[in-house]
Antibody
Framework: EVLLVESGGGLIQPGRSLRLSCTVS????????VSWIRQAPGKGLEWLGF??????????EYAPSVKGRFTISRDDSKNIAYLQMSSLKSEDTAVYYC??????????WGQGTLVTVSS | DIQMTQSPYSLSASVGDRVTITCRTS??????FNWYRQKPGKAPELLIY???TLQSGVPSRFSGSGSGTDFTLTISNLQPEDFATYYC?????????FGGGTRVEL
């Protein structure tokens, strides 16, 4: 069974940093790309970025709205993808999802982790 | 960026109805187009990819069509689990973008 589980969310003060994890099982993680997508409360879906597999040098691309503040990385030995977020703002409050990225379509998703940015 | 305009914003329907949701893209995207369903409190799930290909396990009451900049999701014989929000998404180029969503309610 394909499983993606996000963790690391919670309440964080504005300006601080936070790292989310996406732990994967049930498929060949090392051969797969992973995207991060978020959903602000009551709002739609926003793609944040993705990381390619090691076969493509594990390079990442980002949405303009988070480029320079968010960084995606991966540890294939642990089957984990990360989303490092810095200089967090109240507008970053959202549920954050990781998803298996199959040609830029998302065929499996985690359950999401809530990040609340507030003082 | 490729803009996605989804309509309607919401619609009311009954079990057994046929429902159509449309999505227009700001530029031609060939067949790089997908549909998702999001049930309340749950993660989205892929329904259709490449305009009209049903994801494995998705019931045949879902169908997709379209080309160029105009795309359609049709749900025939609406079931109780289909009362949800639907999103379109383009996979033509980054940044990947979604439509604003269509809420299908009773």
């Amino acid at each position: 069974e394909v499983l993606l589980v996000e963790s690391g969310g919670g309440l964080i003060q504005p300006g601080r940093s936070l790292r989310l994890s996406c732990t994967v099982s049930g498929f060949a993680f090392a051969d797969s790309a992973v995207s991060w997508i978020r959903q602000a409360p009551g709002k739609g879906l926003e793609w944040l970025g993705f990381i390619r597999s090691k076969a493509y040098d594990a390079t990442a691309e980002y949405a303009p709205s988070v480029k320079g503040r968010f960084t995606i990385s991966r540890d294939d030995s642990k089957n984990i993808a990360y989303l490092q977020m810095s200089s967090l703002k109240s507008e970053d409050t959202a549920v954050y999802y990781c998803a298996r990225d199959h040609g830029w379509q998302f065929d499996s998703w985690g359950q999401g982790t809530l990040v609340t940015v507030s003082s | 960026d490729i803009q996605m305009t989804q309509s309607p914003y919401s619609l009311s329907a009954s079990v057994g109805d046929r429902v159509t949701i449309t999505c227009r893209t700001s530029q031609t995207i060939s067949r790089s187009f997908n549909w998702y369903r999001q049930k309340p409190g749950k993660a989205p799930e892929l329904l259709i990819y490449a305009v009209s290909t049903l994801q494995s396990g998705v019931p045949s009451r879902f169908s997709g069509s379209g080309s160029g900049t105009d795309f359609t999701l049709t749900i025939s014989n609406l079931q109780p689990e289909d009362f949800a929000t639907y999103y379109c998404q383009q996979s033509h180029r980054t940044p990947l973008t979604f439509g604003g969503g269509t809420r299908v309610e009773l």
